[in-house]
């Protein structure tokens, strides 16, 4: 079993910065992708960031320029930078990650953090 502690997000205001962290743990040969997905009320889980285990970013167009995706892959942990955030980036914010747990036969597994709110408000 593969657990996702995330921690940081709550209240900040628009054009300050916050950070996200997630630490992975468990059963874990390797992680492939690791990234932040949100979900904002009302509306259907979207891609934050994503980054592969040779460091390859991919951004969603709204958060370009405003993000940073970086993780550490001795410790398991990714991590999300966010910039100058809006009011639209109010969600809730989930860690993900793909994880071989079994070398032979390759086996992957999809996680997910339980979800930390981050709120956006002046």
């Known amino acids: 079993q593969v657990q996702l502690v995330e921690s940081g997000g709550g209240l900040v205001q628009p054009g300050g910065s916050l950070r996200l962290s997630c630490a992975a743990s468990?059963?874990?040969?390797?992680?492939?992708?690791m990234g932040w997905y949100r979900q904002a009320p009302g509306k259907e889980r979207e891609v934050v960031a994503t980054?592969?285990?040779?460091?390859?970013?991919n951004y969603a167009d709204s958060v370009k320029g405003r993000c940073t995706v970086s993780r550490n892959n001795a410790k398991n942990t990714v991590d999300l930078q966010m910039n100058s955030p809006k009011p639209e980036d109010t969600a809730v914010y989930y860690c993900?990650?793909?994880?071989?747990?079994?070398?032979?036969?390759?086996?992957?597994?999809?996680?997910w953090g339980q979800g930390t709110q981050v709120t956006v408000s002046s």
């Open positions: 993900y990650a793909n994880v071989v747990v079994s070398p032979w036969p390759l086996r992957t597994n999809d996680y």
């Open positions: 980054i592969t285990s040779a460091g390859v970013t």
């Open positions: 468990g059963r874990i040969f390797r992680i492939n992708d």
